[in-house]
């Protein structure tokens, strides 16, 4: 079974800098894309940054310039350095990875981590 593990959320104060990361485990033969969603409360799932296994990125508006996305294809491992934090970044991160195929196995599945919560205040 795939796992997705995430760490590196906590308290930051306004103008601080957090970095993410997420590990996937499990017998994984590929990861098409790795990336990261945000919930904050009261507030629906918004796309943060997702990865391709060739790197290719996208970011959502209000994180761009702000936020990285980083992957190490051979960890299956996603990142996101997060700068500049504001108040209004405060939220529930949650990894995902899609298209996963596992060893041995031809079907592709989407899994999603636990989540990490990032709270910015000061």
């Known amino acids: 079974q795939v796992q997705l593990v995430e760490s590196g959320g906590g308290l930051v104060q306004p103008g601080g800098s957090l970095r993410l990361s997420c590990a996937a485990s499990g017998s994984i033969f590929s990861i098409y894309a790795m990336g990261w969603y945000r919930q904050a409360p009261g507030k629906q799932r918004e796309l943060v940054a997702t990865?391709?296994?060739?790197?290719?990125?996208n970011y959502a508006d209000s994180m761009k310039g702000r936020f990285t996305i980083s992957r190490d294809n051979a960890k299956n491992t996603v990142y996101l350095q997060m700068n500049s934090l504001k108040p209004e970044d405060t939220a529930v991160y949650y990894c995902?990875?899609?298209?996963?195929?596992?060893?041995?196995?031809?079907?592709?599945?989407?899994?999603w981590g636990q989540g990490t919560q990032v709270t910015v205040s000061s």
């Open positions: 990865i391709t296994s060739s790197g290719s990125t």
């Open positions: 995902y990875a899609i298209r996963v195929v596992v060893a041995g196995a031809f079907e592709e599945y989407d899994y």
